[in-house]
């Protein structure tokens, strides 16, 4: 790996970044606050959260096996996408580097911060090879986005080839685990001391079941992660949204409990689903969710639409002809699903 201040924006570097009223008292003991222009009235909800949200980073850190300072809140994962381009990439010149087909954000996030974006096709199986991607690596590329569980795919990225690109590559390398909750595979999150150069993204909106609350996490080093705070809106994490995180944190057992649920689910389902006449193959998932090659994925996209199931089309996208990819439901949404296929004609 390079040296991070190689990496980081020459403008970033240089940032003084912006200082809220909470930032300069800073926690210390005090109750009466006249600092920040907030409403005395209408508590709780007169008062800016903690910009750092301490309280609910503590409560993570346990949870994830890793440091308050490790830890990024976000908007979002993709708040913290965004950030990757804001802190390393030097617009019109520098580039980063991703698997194709994957998660669509970090090509749009890479159009709007004007970066260039270079795509490295999947093979067959939906796997890659590491020199293939650092092949096409040159010395303005900053980051590789590697996203396992890959989404659309649903399978694990083999993880041989994802170390030899984080041994080999001297940019950041982007792993995001959005799904890993629903995969027994290892996560990258307990190598973060091992390798410096590494961000691993989590979220909220998946295993957590909390998409409507905007809450998205980046692990890596405190160097990496205070830079993200310097760039970072003040309040990024609302007040609700952290309410909301804790009670969730809470509930461990619930947690456990739905994820348990999902996969027996997820099981059935594709057993069911492999037996219907319209079924040309279902791909591996370790994800909520799988890819299935359908005899006419945009009819049968229309059919189940009418029916009033939406499933995704990604049938346009690269190396997923026929293609829908379904999320795993309750039992009763995936009957439902079910019965509307075994109708289909
Ligand atoms: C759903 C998903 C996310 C989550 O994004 P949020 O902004 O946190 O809701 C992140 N990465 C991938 C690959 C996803 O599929």
Redesign the pocket.
Known sequence: MKELKELIRKNILALKPYSSARDEYAGRQANVFLDANENPFNQPFNRYPDPLQLELKQLIAPIKGVETSQIFLG?????A?DLVYRVFCEPRIDNVVAIDP??G?YETCADINDIEYRKVKLDISYQFKAETLLSVCDRHTKVIFL?TP??PTGNNLDRNEIEKVIDRFDGIVVI?E??SDFSNAKTFRSELNKYPNIIV?N????AWGS?AI???LAFASPEIISYFNKVKYPYNVNQLTQNQAKDILSNMSLFHKNLVQILEERESLIQAFKQLPICVKVYPTDANFFLTKVTDAQKIYDYLVDRGIIVRNRSKITLCEDCLRITIGTKQENTELLSALRQYK
């Open positions: 908007n979002g994962s993709d708040e996408i994957t998660y954000m996203c890959n989404n995001d959005a799904y993204l979220t909220f909106s998946k998409a905007r809450l998205g």
